[in-house]
């Protein structure tokens, strides 16, 4: 029996590495049940650590971890533009590194 394998090769130019290109976020749309679990998973875990550190501070640093975990989940229910998600995570992980540090 003859097997025949094609394949090719992909290559990343520029423009798809920069996250300022519109390829870019039509790529993370098409791969957006692959990203949404790491990215949930990431969002939950450093926010219940940052949530530990912030019931101890205050419950206004409190609020802002809670809020800001479960805005994240709020917009990958709602099936939110992977623009709009990555912009909250990255602010939810912001407010949780501050938790830490501050």
Do not use: Y
């Amino acid at each position: 029996m003859d097997t025949l394998i094609r394949s090719h090769a992909v290559r990343a130019t520029e423009a798809e590495a920069s996250i300022k290109s519109e390829d870019f976020w039509k790529h993370m749309e098409a791969n957006r049940f692959g990203i949404i679990p790491l990215l949930l998973v990431a969002i939950a875990c450093i926010s219940g650590l940052a949530a530990a550190v912030a019931v101890q501070k205050s419950d206004a640093a409190l609020l802002a971890v809670s809020v800001s975990a479960v805005l994240v989940e709020v917009l990958v229910i709602a099936l939110a533009p992977m623009r709009a998600v990555f912009r909250v995570s990255a602010a939810a992980l912001f407010i949780d590194l501050l938790i830490f540090i501050l």
